[in-house]
């Protein structure tokens, strides 16, 4: 590998590296917010069980409502029966009476499966809220790991920044304004290596000519993609 080789590799692996320390900086408050929107939709699951126990228990007191006023409705019939003033009449009210009664006794059912409900919706709630708490511990952590790495990432980006510049020096003056618009609109992504005969960002072969230019340390840009290109030895 020639020297303007191993000095446009050295500077592309800073670019690289450079890009990675970035990545984490920008990918830190992401995942501290990816972690809160996941506990604020567990808290959505648990205001839907909540609301779903405040109907439960309002069916529950509405039937047990109508059960106090069937119960009411039953003593004022047993207290008909002793006024009745025909057998007709003291059956009819007897058959009202066992019909209450009836109607009171799946009331009375229904109650009972109702609470049952609640029981489970309870237990449903009392699950949300340990993952809502699990939820919210895991972003609490993501955030206070981000901000203990974050000092030194920002340490790391400085470094690269001042190697980078040093390592510029390579590219001469006449080239800088073009590699500086390399770098502006791919970042790291402004150097490729060419392994083989093949550009390594765009897949284009690279032409004899070229390759005798890279050969013999000339800066060369790829003809397809306008990479600022060098031979990497250890990839053939």
């Not at 439960?56 to 039937?63: A, N």
């Amino acid at each position: 590998m020639s020297t303007t080789a191993a000095s446009l590799k050295a500077l592309h692996h800073l670019y690289l590296r450079m890009h990675d320390v970035n990545l984490k900086l920008e990918q830190g408050p992401k995942r501290i917010k990816l972690k809160e929107q996941f506990a604020q939709k567990q808290e959505e699951h648990l205001k839907t069980v909540q609301e779903q126990i405040t109907q439960l228990k309002k069916q529950v007191q509405q039937k047990n409502l109508d059960l106090q006023s069937n119960e009411a409705k039953i003593l004022d019939l047993k207290g008909k029966l002793n006024t009745a003033s025909s057998n007709k009449e003291f059956d009819i009210i007897k058959g009202q009476i066992a019909a209450d009664q009836m109607a009171n006794s799946v009331l009375e059912d229904e109650i009972l499966e109702l609470m049952d409900k609640i029981d489970a919706k309870d237990q449903e709630a009392k699950d949300w809220e340990a993952k809502i708490k699990t939820a919210y511990a895991d972003a609490k952590k993501v955030e206070q790991d981000f901000e203990s790495a974050k000092a030194s990432l920002d340490e790391e980006i400085k470094e690269c920044q001042a190697a980078i510049t040093d390592a510029e020096q390579i590219i001469p003056a006449d080239l800088k304004v073009q590699f500086s618009r390399l770098t502006r609109s791919h970042g790291a992504g402004a150097l490729a290596n060419v392994a083989g005969k093949f550009c390594s960002a765009c897949n284009v072969m690279i032409e004899p000519q070229l390759r005798v230019e890279l050969n013999s340390g000339r800066l060369v840009f790829c003809k397809s993609c306008g990479r600022l290109l060098y031979m990497d030895d250890t990839l053939e």
